[in-house]
């Protein structure tokens, strides 16, 4: 571990956080602190309180050397005015002393840890070879969700579903751009795909379970309340279900929470994302194989450790 003495801790840019650490070594380090045997149980709940027109979030962690927190706002109104939604910032600090040797625009942790946390998980999910990716969403997050699927399996095409037809075409473009073939696409059209990408903020689910083929993965990350879901009852029933930590899925994820509820799935009735990676569970070939994941405050100090490292280094 390398600190600083200096009283001003040092500043990492949204253009610096992405230079030091790309989407593959965002996956990498988070799957390095899983197989190393970092437990995610051990990571504080994340809070969350009311402020000015929306709400604050506060995401504690500590990791051996190294504790963090990320401050959260989350304004709903603000793209009414030309601002982000969520914005964040983070707090670098070393454990010994706790005190901050780094501050890093957050946003930008976020876009590239809950990424690498999906990838991390359908790399162990997914089946081999070439895979259709089917995306719902058009946010920062769909689009990094298609980047980091296209490190781990070769992607044939990409099927992008949405409400909005020009931010759908948006996507498409990008997504063009950046060398995989890709077209809009309605809901039905999951049936077709390997790697589902659930990447919105819907309340309700977005496509009929039925459809998703066994052996494929599906990916829920846009919400981390209670009662909100992406995926019905029927496919988080009939699917291996794999979560960050059992009582975080319990508290906050909304997929599982209500499936409970619907009677379709166990409150035992999934697997973490350690176990995967340690290889004590496995995908099927019989059935879908869901990752439901929240988001958790220690995906965000694995990757700030590794920009502050990143640039250490070079020091």
Excluded at 148 to 154: E, K, L, N, T
Excluded at 197 to 213: I, N, W
């Amino acid at each position: 571990m390398q600190t600083t003495a200096s009283t001003a801790p040092i500043w990492y840019s949204t253009e610096q956080v992405r230079e030091a650490v790309s989407p593959d070594d965002a996956r990498r380090l988070i799957e390095n602190a899983l197989a190393g045997g970092f437990d995610p149980a051990s990571d504080p709940d994340r809070t969350s309180k009311p402020a000015g027109s929306g709400e604050l979030l506060l995401m504690p962690a500590t990791i051996g050397d190294w504790s963090g927190i990320k401050v959260v706002s989350v304004a709903p109104e603000n793209p009414e005015h030309g601002l982000p939604r969520i914005q964040a910032t983070y707090l670098l600090m070393d454990s010994k002393t706790l005190s901050t040797q780094a501050l890093l625009e957050g946003a930008m942790l976020t876009e590239l840890r809950t990424p690498a946390m999906s990838a991390v998980a359908a790399d162990h999910l997914a089946p081999a070879g070439p895979c259709t990716l089917m995306v719902f969403g058009t946010g920062p997050q769909a689009w990094g969700h298609i980047e980091a699927m296209s490190r781990i399996r070769p992607i044939s095409q990409v099927l992008v579903s949405a409400r909005n037809e020009q931010r759908i075409e948006d996507l498409v473009q990008q997504t063009k751009q950046f060398g995989l073939q890709a077209r809009a696409a309605a809901p039905a059209e999951v049936a077709q795909a390997q790697i589902v990408v659930c990447a919105t903020s819907a309340r309700e689910p977005l496509f009929d379970g039925t459809l998703v083929q066994p052996g494929a993965c599906v990916v829920a990350m846009g919400s981390h309340e209670p009662g909100a879901r992406e995926l019905d009852a029927d496919l988080m029933g009939r699917s291996v279900v794999i979560v960050e930590d059992p009582a975080t899925a319990l508290r906050e994820a909304g997929d599982v929470i209500q499936a409970i509820a619907d009677g379709t799935l166990g409150r035992d009735g999934f697997s973490t994302v350690s176990q995967l990676v340690r290889g004590e569970v496995a995908r099927s070939t019989q059935r879908p194989n869901v990752f439901k994941g929240t988001g958790m405050a220690w995906q965000d100090l694995v990757v700030a450790v590794g920009v502050h490292e990143h640039f250490a280094s070079r020091a």
